[in-house]
Structures are given as structure tokens and as C-alpha cells.
């Protein structure tokens, strides 16, 4: 069963910086792509970033420039370094790991910008 485990959400002030972390543990050979969804209130969940196998990068075109994806295949985890947050960014975030073309998620994790 695969687990995935988020850490780093919270409060910060627009113009400041978080990182999320997410750690994916049980059976996680294969994984192809990883990556990170945010869900505002009242919206749809939205790609927010994501990373291949191979290390090619996706950004959603509302963070590009100030989020930035990584991953480590050895640990099986992903990041998302989220700068000049700006309140609009507030949403829950979740992690997801791709593995023989079925989506695993995290339970997410809350981020809040206050103006």
C-alpha cells in the first residue's frame, strides 16, 4: 500500500516563502511522475507543478517563476519550494505520485498567505 506523507504547510505573509515536503513509503518502485495539486475553497483542484521520471518539470503558469519542484528518486520524495507567496496562492496542497498509471495522494497540507 503506498503512503504519502506531507509536511510544511502553515502562515506566511505574502511575499514569503514555505517549502513542502512529501515522503512516499510502502510499495514505490515504479513511480513515474510526482508532483503537487492545490485545492482553493469554492475550486476546482489545480496542477500546480510536476516532475517525470526523467526530471522534466510542469508549472502551472501562476507559480512559474517563484515555485520550484525537485524530487529525489532515492528517497522517494518530491518538494516544492513556493516563493513570493501572494494570498491567492492559499489553498490546501497535496502531493501525488503516479505508479503504473494510477494516481496515490497525500491528504494534504494547508498553506495560508496573509496580505
Known amino acids: 500500500q503506498v503512503q504519502l506523507v506531507e509536511s510544511g504547510g502553515g502562515l506566511v505573509q505574502a511575499g514569503g516563502s514555505l517549502r513542502l515536503s512529501c515522503a512516499a513509503s510502502g510499495i514505490i518502485f515504479s513511480i513515474n511522475g510526482m508532483g503537487w495539486y492545490r485545492q482553493a475553497p469554492g475550486k476546482q483542484r489545480e496542477l500546480v507543478a510536476a516532475i517525470g521520471s526523467g526530471g522534466s518539470t510542469n508549472y502551472a503558469d501562476s507559480v512559474k517563476g517563484r515555485f520550484t519542484i525537485s524530487r529525489d528518486s532515492a528517497k522517494n520524495t518530491v518538494g516544492l519550494q513556493m516563493n513570493s507567496l501572494k494570498p491567492e496562492d492559499t489553498a490546501v496542497y497535496y502531493c501525488?505520485?503516479?505508479?503504473?498509471?494510477?494516481?496515490?495522494w497525500g491528504q494534504g497540507t494547508q498553506v495560508t498567505v496573509s496580505s
Open positions: 501525488y505520485i503516479i505508479r503504473y498509471a494510477t494516481y496515490y
